[in-house]
């Protein structure tokens, strides 16, 4: 063999030599779940002009899909049904009056992870597109009648009792951080605190409209399974 012949031979394994060595570490199996998820939700309306009122509990469940082809980054994605509103507060005065919005859901999140084979850590943080599907009050006076009911504080708005939603679809920012347990490796515990903060208004928002601001805003708690398909 001509010595030029053994020295472009000699390369030629040097570098197949260190390119499976590269694509040894950069080396991750892609990992795939599906799940389900559910818990509770504590929300709230922001108004403008605003209006007295506590945060409304509700639920929230759905269906999960995590993609990580990365060590420490995947996408998550999730359809979702949830309740939201909020609850007027009379501080004090025995009239009740909550308006529940029950929404279907679809946050896209990116996931951050981090932990051991049996215990991480993780964020999620990503938008979220919503539709609502539900409209239900529940009062225990003649709210389509006001301000004529008796005893009903006069110094208070009262036209979000009736107004009729102008945009059922919704959109905004959640975030989100956890646990997960793994159990025998391709099943999954986690448990998670998450937060939506809506862009969209439910009511008109014109100069001439009554509110120039009605969006939503959510707490949520939920515990779910996963499986590694992958």
């Known amino acids: 063999m001509k010595p030029s012949s053994s020295r472009i031979y000699l390369t030629?394994?040097?570098?197949l030599m260190a390119c499976i060595t590269a694509t040894a570490q950069r080396h991750y199996i892609p990992h795939v779940h599906v799940g389900v998820h559910g818990g509770a939700s504590l929300s709230s309306q922001s108004f403008y002009p605003s209006v007295k009122e506590t945060m409304l509990p509700g639920m929230t469940f759905g269906v999960s899909f995590r993609y990580a082809e990365e060590r420490h980054v995947g996408l998550m994605a999730e359809l979702n049904i949830e309740q939201r509103g909020w609850k007027e507060n009379f501080e004090g005065a025995t009239f009740e009056f909550q308006r529940r919005l029950t929404?279907?859901?679809?946050?896209l999140m990116t996931h951050i992870f981090f932990g051991s084979r049996t215990f991480k850590g993780f964020f999620n943080l990503g938008p979220e597109v919503g539709y609502m599907i539900g409209d239900k009050v529940t009062?225990?006076?003649?709210?389509?009648?006001l301000p004529d009911v008796a005893g009903f504080p006069d110094n208070r708005r009262?036209?979000?009792?009736?107004?009729?939603?102008?945009?059922?679809?919704?959109?905004?920012?959640?975030?989100?951080?956890?646990?997960?347990?793994?159990i025998k490796r391709r099943n999954s515990i986690t448990l998670e605190g998450r937060y939506y903060y809506g862009l969209g208004n439910i009511f008109p928002s014109a100069r001439s409209d009554t509110f120039s601001a009605s969006r939503g805003s959510s707490i949520q708690i939920t515990l779910g399974y996963l499986f590694r398909l992958k």
């Open 158 to 182: 009262y036209e979000q009792m009736t107004l009729d939603v102008s945009s059922r679809f919704d959109y905004g920012i959640t975030a989100g951080a956890g646990i997960e347990f793994i």
């Open 139 to 145: 009062a225990n006076f003649p709210y389509n009648r």
């Open 103 to 107: 929404y279907i859901e679809l946050p």
């Open 12 to 15: 030629a394994v040097m570098l």
